[in-house]
């Protein structure tokens, strides 16, 4: 029995709906590591969170996945602080399993582009994570010039945005896009609940038709399971509506793997997200399978090891 079909059945993943193997490389593009037991501590989580504060390191994370088949993650930031960027830089020359890091740099700050410099020399710095929010400046059509310069930056140097705000940053990412479309940008934590109102819901929809139009635009699907009044639903049919207006909007060039661990040990085991996607895009065919759990991954974050 060869390597995938025996990971395929210790998974509980093998049967006759199953189109294709699981890929001998697999990227998680979301996780965050951190070290509670520092001396400085740290910005988040916050010490009154039973499930995330405490050490959440590579060691556990590869202890948790390799029997899965996981090869490799891309950490996004958890911390708001400047020198946090370099921490997880040297943490993943330790760690071969981190391929990349998404860090955090706020764009429109007097010291952005000396910090962009600065990180960028190092080559798992592959982009940063910005919240699309109009409070810090990035409501849709008033993002102020100084975030836009600094965002065309970080784009001629060849890095990425990831976008998170849920439901409201899809419109805002539009007319961002408008004034950068050269800028490569990762989705965070799809997919959404789309709004309740019809008019949001309205305006919702109509910009991810648009994104999914931007060939540079990626959609991250971490954002499986969900809670369900008091239960997560483990079954792929429950989230097959949701995933497939993911596939219809970015189709299979343009959807990445990513699983929010540690956050998502607050819904379900580890185990469960992933058997759901594996599942869904396993009946797309191989090569839908291979782009979702790594090429893609390669293409939004160019990394490499």
């Known amino acids: 029995m060869d390597r995938r079909t025996l990971l395929a059945l210790g998974a509980g993943f093998a049967g006759p709906s199953l189109k294709a193997a699981l890929p001998a490389t697999i990227i998680d593009?979301?996780?965050?590591?951190?070290?509670?037991?520092?001396?400085?501590?740290?910005?988040?989580?916050?010490?009154?969170?039973?499930?995330?504060?405490?050490?959440?390191?590579?060691?556990?994370?590869?202890?948790?996945?390799?029997?899965?088949?996981?090869?490799?993650?891309?950490?996004?930031?958890?911390?708001?602080?400047?020198?946090?960027?370099?921490?997880?830089?040297?943490?993943a020359a330790g760690n071969p399993v981190i391929v990349a890091t998404v860090g955090h740099l706020e764009p429109g700050q007097p010291d952005f582009r000396r910090n962009l410099e600065r990180f960028r020399k190092n080559p798992r710095f592959r982009g940063i994570r910005v919240g699309m929010s109009a409070e810090r400046g990035l409501g849709a059509g008033t993002t102020p010039a100084p975030i836009v310069d600094d965002l065309k930056a970080l784009a001629a140097a060849g890095l990425e945005m990831d976008a998170i705000g849920g439901p409201p940053l899809l419109p805002r990412l539009v007319s961002l896009l408008d004034r950068i479309p050269e800028l490569r940008v990762v989705i965070n934590h799809v997919?959404?609940?789309?709004?309740?109102?019809?008019?949001?819901?309205?305006?919702?929809?109509?910009?991810?038709?648009?994104?999914g139009k931007r060939p540079l635009v990626y959609a991250k699907v971490s954002n499986?399971?969900?809670?369900?009044?008091?239960?997560?639903?483990?079954?792929?049919g429950f989230y097959r509506p949701a995933l497939d207006e993911l596939w219809d909007t970015f189709g299979a060039d343009r959807l990445i793997y990513g699983s929010n661990w540690?956050?998502?040990?607050?819904?379900?085991?580890y185990e469960t997200a992933f058997k759901i996607v594996r599942e869904y895009f396993a009946v797309k065919g191989q090569q839908a399978t291979d782009n979702y759990f790594w090429k893609n991954s390669q293409a939004a974050y160019r990394w490499s090891v």
């Open 29 to 91: 593009t979301h996780t965050h590591f951190y070290d509670t037991a520092r001396a400085q501590g740290v910005p988040w989580p916050p010490k009154n969170d039973p499930v995330l504060y405490r050490p959440v390191l590579p060691p556990e994370f590869v202890r948790i996945t390799k029997p899965l088949g996981i090869t490799g993650t891309i950490e996004v930031e958890a911390s708001v602080w400047l020198e946090d960027n370099q921490w997880v830089l040297d943490l």
């Open 191 to 211: 997919p959404f609940d789309p709004p309740s109102d019809p008019a949001g819901r309205s305006a919702y929809q109509g910009a991810l038709r648009e994104l």
């Open 224 to 236: 499986v399971p969900r809670r369900v009044g008091d239960r997560v639903p483990g079954d792929v």
């Open 262 to 269: 540690p956050v998502s040990a607050r819904i379900a085991p």
